[in-house]
């Protein structure tokens, strides 16, 4: 009877202490077979709080002649249910203040977040081809007598244009591997299986170091800029153009993760102010379902000008008509999404009638 009475206490407290502080456990990391059993956070948050009740709970009463000390939590009579409890899940979520980024949650079997030495190895070998490339456009100029103001007037121009460009195509990269592809896809597999698992997880990102969060993009920027050096070409500012696209491809990851820290750090917080990097309120417009718009993750500038064109449905319906795959951002926007991107296009009057039908049959 003690026993009862001492594990109806210890429940009632840990009840109270949930329930009045807003008491959390971590979130433990989904296992890659749980990883598309989704749930929402109050859920999460309720059943934890089951967890930490069935951890302080005792046995009411020890089976004759057991000889353990503690007793087995699985042998518990004891059943609860996230919906036993009479707790409003909206005010737990107002009560909850969580400090930080929940836990990281990977994706990729065997991904870590730290970086390793393999990681440092590209990126540095990243760095030392750019210096090599850029010495060649250094020696241009200085074989010719230095540069002319017009020179400058080009050099600087160059430099502008590999921003506007970079930005953009990180948006065309981006859009195409958060919507085709997979982790088997050749070439490109690990970075697709990133994007597109960034998705469900996109806190994770901030947990990794800078070597382990770029080394996948230099993968295919050192052959490339090995490439260019090698050709070198007669003209310095291709070479010029190309090592700083490149470079801007890497950092565009570097600044995607910056946009997802709730404090990032001073200097980060000026050039997103400029306008210079992708901003969290910018970002945080490609975050909701279905993830079809706001690409751009380098500055951002392109963003706008992508979305208002409607240059990614053009190139989706262009998808679709020759292939008949439809875009990740179609499939999680639903039926009626579909219809609507599908409009003039194969398919779409059989999907909006098909959706017409149905309704018509609800109404019966």
């Not at 179609?330 to 999907?351: C, H, T, Y």
Request: proline share 6%.
């Amino acid at each position: 009877m003690k026993t009862a009475n001492a594990a109806a206490a210890a429940a009632t407290l840990a009840l109270s202490a949930a329930a009045v502080r807003g008491f959390v456990l971590p979130t433990r990391p989904m296992s890659r077979s749980q990883h598309h059993l989704r749930r929402p956070l109050a859920s999460v948050r309720l059943t934890q709080d089951v967890e930490v009740l069935q951890s302080v709970v005792q046995a009411p009463e020890m089976q004759e002649g057991s000889s353990s000390t503690s007793p087995d939590l699985d042998l518990l009579p004891l059943t609860l249910e996230p919906a036993s409890f009479s707790i409003d899940p909206a005010s737990i979520e107002t009560r909850v203040k969580r400090k930080g980024p929940p836990p990281p949650v990977v994706v990729a079997a065997g991904d870590v977040l730290e970086s390793t030495w393999v990681h440092r190895m590209h990126v540095a070998t990243h760095y030392i081809v750019t210096l090599v490339a850029l010495q060649q456009v250094a020696t241009s100029y200085v074989v010719k007598g230095g540069a002319t103001p017009a020179d400058l007037a080009m050099l600087m121009a160059t430099i502008a244009f590999s921003l506007v460009f970079s930005d953009f195509f990180s948006g065309v990269f981006h859009w195409s591997v958060d919507n085709y592809g997979s982790g088997k896809t050749p070439v490109l597999g690990a970075v697709i299986e990133a994007f597109q698992g960034h998705h469900d997880a996109p806190w994770t990102i901030t947990y990794r170091e800078f070597c382990n969060n770029v080394h996948k993009i230099t993968k295919i920027t050192i052959p490339a800029m090995m490439a260019v050096v090698l050709l070198h070409p007669s003209n310095p500012l291709l070479t010029l153009f190309a090592i700083l696209f490149f470079n801007l491809q890497v950092l565009s990851q570097e600044f995607h993760k910056i946009s997802h820290l709730t404090k990032p750090p001073a200097w980060a917080v000026m050039l997103q102010d400029m306008g210079l990097i992708i901003s969290r309120k910018e970002h945080g417009q490609h975050h909701s379902n279905p993830f079809e718009s706001n690409y751009c993750i380098l500055t951002g500038m392109c963003n706008s000008f992508l979305d208002e064109s409607g240059l990614f449905r053009v190139l989706e319906r262009g998808v679709y008509e020759v292939t008949g795959v439809m875009p990740n951002c179609w499939k999680l926007g639903g039926p009626k999404f579909q219809a609507e991107m599908l409009l003039r296009s194969r398919g779409g009057a059989d999907v909006a009638t098909v959706e017409t039908k149905k309704e018509e049959e609800k109404l019966q």
